[in-house]
């Protein structure tokens, strides 16, 4: 019998954190030890022995949710957005300085989201254009989706990987922004809609065909086997993996 794993869930009150509870309750070989709102103290956590931090929270507090647990001694999963390079820099740094501890960013715990950015940058190679639209529930703080930004910046890898350039656009004029967000040379197209949860497309075009790869999130169980691997796996991964993929074998 392996040890039990002691969870700490941030924003466990929320959309994403109240799912991530019950998923953790639910899980044999896991005991959630701490269930944190905004108003709590991050001492509740490393408090309570908690090994793994899951954090689920907002952009503007999870950079700080994260240095707290890495100096305290436990590993964190974590799938708030807004992680840009300069945020990932400064944890790769901090995590040189703790050698032995393992930090997940996953801008999406959906195997099939997951799967979808893939076959995206594969596909994108052999076409000569490619957009990223990403559809989500109004609630939702931040724009383009944490999901689509990734998802360009893997197209765009991809795509450079094999000397292919960005989309061509003969655009002149777009003073509304109607094109959407550049992500690494990539179009992505924010979409906010009543009864949508997280839903992403990438329209792929050449001469005379188009390919079309979609992937729904019609509900938040979607994202547990993921968040539930993330738990399992971060402790035997020191150091930063960005991407879920990263605790998959997908070749
Ligand atoms: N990686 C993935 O697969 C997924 C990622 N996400 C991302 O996860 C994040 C959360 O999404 P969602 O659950 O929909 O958002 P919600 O707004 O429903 O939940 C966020 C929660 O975080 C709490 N919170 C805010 N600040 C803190 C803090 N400093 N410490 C602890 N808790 C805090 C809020 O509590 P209060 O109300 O008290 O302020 C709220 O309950 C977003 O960044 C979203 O994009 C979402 C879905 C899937
Ligand atoms: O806020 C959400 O809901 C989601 N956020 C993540 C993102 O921004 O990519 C993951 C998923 O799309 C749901």
Redesign the pocket.
């Known amino acids: 019998m392996t040890d039990v794993i002691k969870v700490a869930v941030?924003?466990?009150?929320?959309?994403?954190?109240?799912?991530a509870v019950k998923a953790v309750e639910s899980a044999e070989d896991m005991e959630l030890v701490a269930a944190?709102?905004?108003?709590?103290s991050?001492d509740r956590t490393d408090g309570a022995g908690a090994d793994v931090v899951v954090?689920?929270?907002?952009?503007?507090?999870?950079e700080?949710?994260v240095r707290y647990a890495v100096e305290h001694g436990m590993h964190a999963v974590?799938?708030?957005?807004?992680w840009d390079e300069a945020k990932l820099d400064r944890l790769r740094g901090l995590l040189e300085e703790h050698p032995g501890t393992g930090v997940l960013i996953?801008?999406?715990?959906?195997i099939g989201?997951v799967l979808t950015g893939k076959f995206a940058a594969t596909a994108s190679k052999y076409f000569e254009s490619v957009e990223v639209v990403e559809l989500h529930?109004p609630?939702?703080?931040?724009a383009p989706?944490?999901?689509a930004a990734h998802t360009a910046r893997e197209i765009a890898e991809a795509r450079r990987s094999v000397g292919r350039g960005p989309s061509p656009d003969a655009t002149e004029s777009d003073p509304q922004g109607a094109r959407g967000a550049v992500v690494d040379d990539v179009h992505v197209h924010a979409v906010r809609l009543r009864g949508l949860v997280?839903h992403e497309e990438i329209l792929l075009g050449d001469e005379g065909q188009q390919l079309s790869i979609r992937h729904d999130?019609f509900d938040?169980v979607s994202?547990m086997p993921?968040?539930l691997l993330g738990i399992r796996t971060v402790g035997q991964r020191p150091g930063l993996t960005h991407g879920?993929d990263g605790y998959l074998d997908l070749d």
């Not at 941030?10 to 799912?19: K, P, T, V, Y």
């Not at 944190?36 to 709590?40: A, E, P």
């Not at 996953?106 to 959906?110: E, L």
């Open positions: 941030l924003g466990a009150s929320g959309r994403m954190g109240s799912e944190l709102g905004s108003g709590d991050l954090d689920l929270t907002v952009p503007a507090a999870s700080e949710n974590v799938g708030t957005t807004g996953a801008p999406n715990f959906a989201a529930h609630n939702k703080l931040d989706s944490g999901t997280a999130s938040r994202f993921g968040v879920l």
